[in-house]
């Protein structure tokens, strides 16, 4: 198993102190941090940035997708890019999912109960 850089001591660059581990949200993502409990100067774990950047390049795309029928219902086709990125995070898409009807021309669909599960398991 590979050790973690936040496992060693990190002192702030600004005022020499010893840094603690916290964690931040950012656009609903869960960010392991450290942070100077004096000047609240704060490092985002590496990997958490490189997720996050992926996140945030994939949310600045438009995709076009295709609307299918299938029986009683339509089907739209969800891009490799996003199945992949939410699958390296550990959403799970057997979980039954919220489809919103927002205002005329958009709906959402959220995952918001694999994300609170993971968002528990990490606090832990």
Same mark, same amino acid.
């Given at each position: ?37 004096? $000047?609240? /100067? ?8 490189? !997720? ?6 994939? #949310?600045?795309? %438009? ?36 489809? $919103?009807? /927002? ?6 669909l959220n995952f !918001? ?6 968002? #528990?398991?990490? %606090?832990?």
């Open positions: 198993m590979m050790a973690d850089i936040f496992d060693n001591t990190i002192l702030c660059k600004n005022c020499g102190i010893k840094m603690q581990k916290g964690k931040l949200v950012k656009n609903g993502f869960l960010l392991r941090a450290m942070i100077c409990p004096k $000047c609240s /100067e704060q490092i985002i774990h590496p990997v958490d940035l490189q !997720d996050f950047n992926k996140f945030i390049s994939l #949310k600045n795309k %438009e995709f076009k997708v295709k609307m299918r029928l299938v029986g009683n219902s339509y089907a739209v086709s969800i891009p490799k890019e996003i199945v992949s990125f939410m699958q390296e995070q550990e959403k799970m898409f057997d979980d039954m999912v919220r489809l $919103c009807f /927002e205002e005329s021309g958009r709906l959402s !918001d109960n694999s994300l609170n599960r993971r968002r #528990k398991q990490n %606090e832990r």
